[in-house]
């Protein structure tokens, strides 16, 4: 089975819409919305064959499935077959957010909000890609002292001696316990060759 979505949107040609009126009618049926963004390679006003449509809103409250469903006939009503994929802002981590600011801004109802969302991601989103590169660097320096010290030096770690089975003769009869005692627990032949 591939990886795609295709078997999730049912259009068998490419769709052109116009944005701006998709944008209209979302603003009337979803005013807990206070904006929205269209992403992804649908934000131009054109679907391509197996493709979806994602949007993303952004709420003071929670998505309820009313708000999905009325989101859904929209879409519906513009693009007939094809799959819209909803997401929401207000719990979203900051690459996601960031993303959503690269696609296209649908309509917005409070301009307060929308800018005070766009300067707390932008600083969210430094923050977390300077703490990637903090971990990629702290990761590959680890591993670079692992393998130069796995080749220069052949270190073993130090022979433990305060455990009950530090003598290794003590451990091999102690083995050779273990296995007939299992062997005649699970039915089988005595493990008469074992000392």
């Known amino acids: ?5 295709r078997h999730l949107s049912r259009h068998k040609k490419p769709i052109d819409f116009n944005p701006a009126s998709l944008a209209r009618a979302l603003e009337e049926a ?12 649908s934000k131009d006003g054109h679907v391509s064959v197996g493709s979806d449509v994602d949007l993303a809103l952004f709420m003071n409250g929670k998505m309820s499935l009313d708000l999905l469903d009325r ?5 519906e009503r513009f693009l ?27 309509f ?38 692992r393998v130069k010290r796995r080749h220069t030096e052949k270190t ?3 022979r433990r001696t305060d455990w009950p089975f530090a003598d ?20 089988r032949e005595s493990a008469s060759g074992l000392r």
């Open 30 to 41: 979803c005013p807990e919305a206070i904006f929205a963004f269209l992403l992804s390679s």
């Open 168 to 187: 290794p003769f003590k451990g091999r009869r102690r083995g050779r316990v273990c296995r007939r005692l299992s062997l005649e627990i699970h039915g």
């Open 108 to 145: 917005t109802r409070d301009r307060e909000a929308y800018l005070r969302f766009f300067s707390l991601t932008s600083r969210e989103y430094e923050t977390q890609l300077y703490d990637y590169d903090r971990q990629h660097a702290y990761r590959m320096k680890n591993h670079e002292s």
């Open 71 to 75: 989101v859904q006939t929209v879409v």
């Open 156 to 158: 073993f770690p130090p």
């Open 1 to 5: 089975m591939s990886l795609t979505n």
């Open 80 to 106: 007939p077959g094809v799959h819209c994929d909803i997401g929401s802002l207000r719990p979203a981590e900051p690459v996601y957010r960031f993303e959503a600011l690269k696609g296209r801004l649908l």
